[in-house]
């Protein structure tokens, strides 16, 4: 399995407050994601990440913003968090031309927002 | 507009009877579809891959099909069991991105 971690795993904030989700992968894989999952949506893309320093907008990308200054590391920051940003966050990754195209995940980070 | 639809958010099957899932999809035309698992409080798991020129893809008591002119795709689990209750799915093939189905519910009763 690739080694994906996300930090934290659970956090509750205050409307109005920054919030900065990372994404580790020790795999050396080239794309990253960052997805919401909310009940009745399903896995919906916020951004991602072709590179170091190369990310682009997903679906629901208003409010967020993205960073990768490492192959490793993609960090998701929330810069005033709202309580329509409750949910579920997972990072994924994949490597260039798999034959499958598989996605790996990480175990998810819950982000309450008061 | 683009939609991926599954055919149920909740389904239950008897123990040993064969569970069938159902992804539907309008107005993407992609070369790949991918089935994924995941398990409550968890990251998805990837299962299975059928690309557009393949009709059926297996894998141990997993087979999935693929009809690019119905924009549907089944995923089956035969001789199911408790442990294949989980939520299912399906994915499809953005260019380097993937858009996400809702997901189905299986419980497999004993």
């Known amino acids: 399995d690739a080694g994906i971690t996300q930090s934290p795993r659970h956090k509750v904030t205050e409307t109005g407050t920054p919030v900065t989700l990372r994404c580790h992968q020790t795999?050396?894989?080239?794309?990253m994601y960052w997805y919401r999952q909310d009940p009745g949506h399903g896995l919906r893309l916020i951004h991602y990440?072709?590179?170091?320093?190369?990310?682009d907008k997903g679906e629901v990308s208003d409010g967020y913003s993205v960073s990768r200054s490492k192959t490793e590391d993609f960090l998701l920051t929330l810069e005033s968090a709202t309580s329509s940003q409750t949910s579920v966050y997972f990072c994924?990754?994949?490597?260039?031309?798999?034959?499958?195209?598989?996605?790996?995940f990480g175990e998810g980070s819950r982000l309450t927002v008061l | 507009s683009q939609k991926i639809e599954q055919n149920s958010e909740a389904l239950n099957i008897q123990e040993g009877k064969t569970a069938t899932l159902t992804c539907n999809y309008t107005?993407?035309?992609?070369?790949?579809l991918q089935w994924y698992r995941q398990d409550p409080g968890r990251g998805p798991v990837f299962l299975l891959l059928?690309?557009?020129?393949?009709k059926e893809k297996r894998k141990e008591r997993l087979k999935v099909t693929f009809d690019t002119t119905l924009k549907q795709s089944l995923f089956h689990i035969t001789a199911s069991q408790p442990a294949d209750s989980a939520t299912y799915l399906c994915?499809?093939?953005?260019?380097?991105?993937?858009?996400f189905g809702p997901g189905t519910r299986l419980s497999v009763l004993p």
């Open positions: 059928i690309r557009e020129n393949e």
């Open positions: 795999e050396n894989h080239r794309y």
């Open positions: 994915a499809l093939a953005a260019g380097q991105n993937f858009v």
């Open positions: 994924a990754s994949k490597r260039t031309g798999a034959d499958t195209g598989e996605l790996f």
């Open positions: 990440s072709y590179g170091v320093k190369d990310t």
């Open positions: 107005n993407y035309s992609p070369a790949y």
